[in-house]
């Protein structure tokens, strides 16, 4: 019993000596940005960075207002210490979304930085990567008229493409997942500033966790047939019909994909083979065949399924020639050996030179479209 009292007045001593924080009190940063840092005369100072932090809060009549703060250090730890002393809130990373690096800094790999906000306890898993094409620090300090929280705005654009397969996620543990996977590169989101407002531009390619170079939005959804199954998402493909030789176009809806790759072996070599199963509805198309339900749609489908062909190899020979292997098939090599074998192997060193095959097979479910 006088155990039982002794920890009830140890808990409210304890309870008395924390101190309330008022919510006015937190600046709840919930976007930075990271971009090398520039000498007026514009080149990059060596090892300095310039970091910036959105932190919103609601104004009169409950409209959002943002308050950016910027400073120059050389690490992420000493710039959070500098611009704490810009504000009188005290700085929380609790409702930490998007963390912006330029695209500049991240060519001389961003896991140094990243790691200290991985290690956070107060950072959530939920926190988004994304690369701007150009500065990351004009990008989010930038006015925007006619939006409110640019955070807010990277967040919605980026899951909202992700549904419909334009790009990938860009969450924290994905990009940790594959840094440390020897088997594969890690992808992220990269998205631009054009005057007052931000776009999707694409999906960043990494080696490591240097950036190499970019996958443009227009070929966002062949590239993601090459890594992984999907379903939902649009697709046109430009093609030359057999039979006439002219040039037409077919844009496929309802899209449902299927990847696998096999590794061969040969002598100490391996060949890969990436098979792609694309079905869907054909939604518009400006062709010469007369498409109907009761005709078979074989014709039309060789000729696309050439032409996409043609198109994701030639995606495959860019990632070698960048040396990103984006789309892990290191992975299956990999899984084609022995641990040891696979060691010895050097994947890295032989991957651009590696024969990658890539076979395609087009099936249209249905011609539910009206012809142009």
């Known amino acids: ?31 930075a940005a990271i971009d090398a840092a520039e000498q007026e005369d514009g080149t990059t100072k060596s090892k300095k960075i310039t970091v910036a932090v959105a932190i919103p809060r609601i104004g009169p009549g409950g409209q959002t207002l943002v308050t950016n703060l910027q400073t120059e250090s050389e690490s992420t730890k000493e710039a959070r210490r500098k611009l704490s002393l810009k504000t009188s809130q005290i700085l929380v990373s609790g409702q930490l979304q998007n963390l912006i690096f330029g695209n500049e800094l991240a060519a001389t790999g961003i896991w140094k930085y990243l ?23 004009k990008l989010l300090t930038h006015q925007y008229p006619g939006i409110p929280s640019i955070s807010d705005h990277i967040s919605a654009l980026v899951e909202q493409e992700g549904k419909i397969n334009e790009v990938p996620p860009g969450g924290l543990y994905e990009f940790v997942r ?25 999906i960043a390619l990494f080696s ?18 090459l890594l992984k199954n999907i379903k939902n998402g649009e697709l046109l493909i ?38 792609v199963r694309v079905s ?44 990103t292997d984006s789309l892990g098939v290191g992975i299956a090599v990999r899984n084609s050996m022995s641990y040891e074998d696979w060691k010895r192997l050097d994947w890295k060193t032989i991957y651009p030179e590696v024969p990658v095959k890539v076979n395609v097979q087009i099936k249209v479910r249905d011609a539910g479209m009206i012809e142009s």
Request: proline residues 2%.
């Open 1 to 31: 019993m006088v155990r039982r009292g002794f920890m009830l007045l140890l808990l409210l001593l304890l309870t008395g000596c924390i101190k309330e924080q008022k919510l006015e009190d937190l600046g709840m940063v919930n976007s």
């Open 208 to 225: 490591g966790d240097s950036y190499k170079g970019k996958m443009g939005s227009d070929q966002a959804v062949q590239f993601l047939m």
């Open 115 to 137: 790691d200290s906000y991985r290690r956070d306890y107060s950072v959530g898993e939920k926190i988004r990567i994304v690369i701007a094409n150009g500065s990351a620090v």
């Open 280 to 323: 869907g509805v054909i939604l518009e198309y400006d062709g010469k065949q007369h498409l109907e339900k009761d005709n078979p749609f074989t014709q039309l489908e060789q000729d696309m399924s050439k032409s996409l062909r043609e198109e994701l190899q030639l995606i495959v020979t860019r990632l070698q020639s960048l040396g």
């Open 178 to 202: 594959d840094y440390y996977d020897d088997g594969i590169d890690p992808i992220l989101p990269i998205i631009a500033q054009e005057k007052d407002y931000v776009e999707i531009d694409g």
């Open 238 to 275: 430009k093609f030359t019909n057999s039979v006439t030789g002219s040039q037409e176009r077919a844009m496929l809806s309802q899209l449902i994909t299927k990847r696998s790759i096999s590794v061969n072996k040969a002598g100490s070599s391996q060949k890969v083979t990436l098979n």
